[in-house]
């Protein structure tokens, strides 16, 4: 969903339908759809899984693609300035497939892209996509770990595999961690649904941070327990909770005074 154009992916219920994702636009408070995209070959199953929108870019997740190994799609717009309701002509820009897939890696199983428009230096606007994959370690184990690609506009207009982020070391298989995340800036929060942690049972949510050092410098990462967090956030508002339950037990109490005739 972006101010101007919602994605909706449509990954196919059988073998024979590969997939699709429908774009529609707003234009005049009214929504029509724009373009339907589609495989660029028959062997992208599963296209449509995932998508993420931001600016003029739709990424498409399509994990069943090559025997599962997985891909991902990047369509770039131009707006049709001869159209009355504002469409976009998209153009299939890059297939992107990490150097170490293998088959049942799932790669593209979730997708997420943030536009920084911030650096001031060299009028760069950089784009970052992440892509979630599950990374066979051996043949009976595996986890899902992160991929992240940027390009930066217009210095570097080819898509580069920056890192790949794997969980931490005493997250167990299978536990889900990246199969949903969000990324925005410079943060990107990593769910880790469970069954846990080798040593909690409790689920958690990952905080990695960039450290701001220019490419191709590899990002700094740092981890924070969510419920470490949430359980601190109570302990700042537990003293203001317990002022404003003071308020409302006096005012209770004044009531049913002035009800019954109690100065």
Request: aromatic share 10%; with cysteine; net charge negative.
């Amino acid at each position: 969903l972006t101010p101007d154009f919602v994605v909706i992916g449509a990954c196919g219920s059988s073998e024979e339908d590969n997939g699709a994702v429908y774009v529609f636009n707003s234009h005049s408070n009214n929504w029509s759809e724009e373009v339907k995209l589609v495989p660029p070959t028959t062997a992208s199953t599963l296209f449509g899984y995932s998508v993420a929108a931001a600016g003029n870019t739709i990424i498409v997740g399509a994990p069943g693609t090559n025997n599962k190994k997985g891909a991902i799609f990047v369509f770039t717009s131009a707006k049709d300035t001869h159209a009355i309701d504002g469409s976009r002509f998209w153009t299939l820009q890059a297939e992107l497939v990490p150097v170490d897939a293998v088959e049942n890696d799932y790669f593209g199983i979730s997708v997420d892209i943030s536009v920084n428009t911030g650096d001031k230096n060299n009028n760069a606007v950089t784009t970052t996509i992440m892509a979630g994959a599950r990374v066979q370690y051996t043949s009976q184990t595996h986890r899902t770990s992160l991929y992240r690609f940027e390009q930066s506009l217009p210095h570097e207009p080819q898509w580069t595999l920056v890192e790949r982020i794997v969980p931490p070391l005493d997250a167990i298989p299978y536990s889900g961690f990246g199969r949903n995340f969000a990324l925005s800036g410079d943060t990107l929060l990593v769910s880790n649904p469970g069954p846990g942690t080798m040593t909690s049972s409790e689920e958690n949510l990952y905080v990695f941070e960039r450290d701001g050092m220019p490419r191709p410098q590899t990002a700094a990462a740092t981890t924070t327990d969510f419920n470490q967090r949430r359980e601190q956030r109570n302990n700042e508002l537990s003293p203001w909770m317990n002022l404003l339950i003071s308020i409302l037990i006096l005012f209770i109490i004044q009531r049913v005074f002035l009800r019954n005739g109690v100065p």
